[in-house]
């Protein structure tokens, strides 16, 4: 094992004990140090990071951007162990970070999806039943992927119908209420993933082997049920392609909520903190994102804004 692996293990696990996610950056920076082997690198520089770049693959720049803040963490662990280790500066990725506008899913394409899962090949069947149950659930609460996943069974609490989330994004902890009918999708995932399984595996959602799946196999399975329903062009060599991706259930769910709360005459800013809470949103600035962002949102609030004027006499 190089020292280069040896530390990347060490601060992995000093950074996942305080909490810290470390799924897509902890994947990329495992490549990041495999190059830096095959290029018989001792230390971090910028010009390994920048061939790297050009080794990688096409990426737009914002996701470069994030790569090299992942990189860059590392590098200032390592500078303070060995300042031969150069810490790349920001400037080697300049790419201002942009929200992509997200894909609101029809209820018909959300039924179809959910429903093409459940087609999906499996030997046991558990593949099948543990994705449309999965996606189903997103959909029905609006919890991230990562979140879903490492729901174990203390945390679904199917007689009060609520979910405790233990490690949400920045390591936040919240509890989600959910619905009778989510209830009972749930209780009869478990029931019958314990009957195929013939044991009850130790997290909530298992996959094949009874372990719990991993984030890669959840967007791969996603892609390929959204390539044959017409969401995404069909690839070759199982390939994901571009389309409509697992966090838009997320903010269908998001969109969804705050619609209906226009369309009912409710008001919006006094239920956007709930929303936010129950999102895990760090601010609620992150939850009033979606009146920008969707056109007939913002119609919505221009349109309630406008009778809020009128009522107060402004022009």
Not at 18 to 27: A, K, N, Y
Not at 142 to 162: C, K, N, T
Not at 170 to 199: H, N
Not at 236 to 243: A, E, L, Y
Request: hydrophobic letters at 40%.
């Amino acid at each position: 094992m190089s020292a280069l692996v040896a530390e990347l293990d060490r601060y992995l696990a000093i950074r996942r004990s305080l909490g810290c996610d470390l799924g897509t950056s902890g994947r990329a920076l495992r490549r990041f140090v495999e190059f830096a082997e095959r290029q018989e690198a001792e230390h971090v520089t910028s010009d390994l990071f920048v061939r790297w770049m050009a080794e990688f693959g096409t990426a737009k720049p914002p996701t470069w951007s994030a790569r090299l803040g992942m990189v860059r963490g590392f590098a200032q662990w390592l500078h303070g162990l060995d300042p031969r280790h150069e810490v790349p500066p920001t400037a080697l990725v300049p790419a201002k970070y942009r929200r992509a506008r997200p894909y609101i899913y029809s209820e018909e394409e959300v039924a179809r999806i959910i429903d093409e899962a459940s087609r999906l090949p499996s030997t046991n069947g558990i593949r099948a039943l543990t994705y449309s149950t999965l996606f189903g659930l997103i959909a029905a609460t609006g919890l991230r992927i990562s979140e879903a996943l490492a729901l174990d069974h203390r945390d679904v609490d199917l007689e009060q119908g609520v979910l405790t989330i233990r490690r949400g994004k920045s390591g936040r902890q919240r509890l989600v209420p959910i619905s009778e009918s989510a209830m009972a999708e749930l209780a009869a995932y478990a029931a019958e993933r314990d009957r195929l399984l013939g044991r009850c595996p130790a997290s909530f959602f298992a996959g094949e082997d009874g372990t719990r799946p991993g984030d890669c196999g959840a967007r791969a399975n996603f892609a390929w049920v959204c390539q044959s329903i017409g969401l995404r062009a069909p690839q070759r060599f199982q390939r994901h392609g571009r389309g409509p991706r697992i966090h838009d259930l997320r903010h269908t769910f998001a969109v969804r909520t705050l619609l209906g709360w226009y369309r009912s005459d409710m008001d919006p800013e006094r239920e956007m903190l709930k929303l936010s809470n129950y999102l895990g949103h760090s601010s609620p600035s992150h939850t009033y994102w979606y009146i920008e962002a969707v056109p007939e949102l913002l119609e919505l609030a221009m349109q309630r804004a406008s009778r809020s004027l009128a009522q107060e006499g402004r022009p």
